[in-house]
């Protein structure tokens, strides 16, 4: 039963920041991407960024220019760093490990979820 396991999630206020953090099991290979997602109640799961194995990163407008998605493929984890918060950023985040299987066949792995809240 694998699981990613997440950290970093707080309140902060507005124009402060977070980093995220998020662990993937040694077992894990063939890595396809790395990405985080975030769901605020009520609303559907949004993608937040993605980096690839070749090193390419990918933002939602919302995010781009504030936060930026890295990875430390020696330890297997993906991080997020969030600057420049504001309170529409108020969300459960998700990290997501894509691996590849036989084939065209992908899996999903999930994180357990981490809490970023942002009030003044």
């Known amino acids: 039963q694998v699981q990613l396991v997440e950290s970093g999630g707080g309140l902060v206020q507005p124009g402060e920041s977070l980093r995220l953090s998020c662990a993937a099991p040694g077992s894990i290979s063939s890595v396809i991407a790395m990405g985080w997602y975030r769901q605020a109640p009520g609303k559907q799961r949004e993608w937040v960024a993605t980096i690839t194995s070749g090193g390419s990163t990918n933002y939602g407008d919302s995010v781009k220019g504030r936060f930026t998605i890295s990875r430390d493929s020696a330890k297997n984890t993906v991080y997020l760093q969030m600057n420049s918060l504001k309170p529409d950023d108020t969300a459960v985040y998700y990290c997501?490990?894509?691996?590849?299987?036989?084939?065209?066949?992908?899996?999903?792995?999930w994180g357990q979820g981490t809490q970023v809240t942002v009030s003044s």
């Open positions: 997501n490990v894509k691996i590849r299987q036989l084939y065209d066949l992908t899996h999903d792995y």
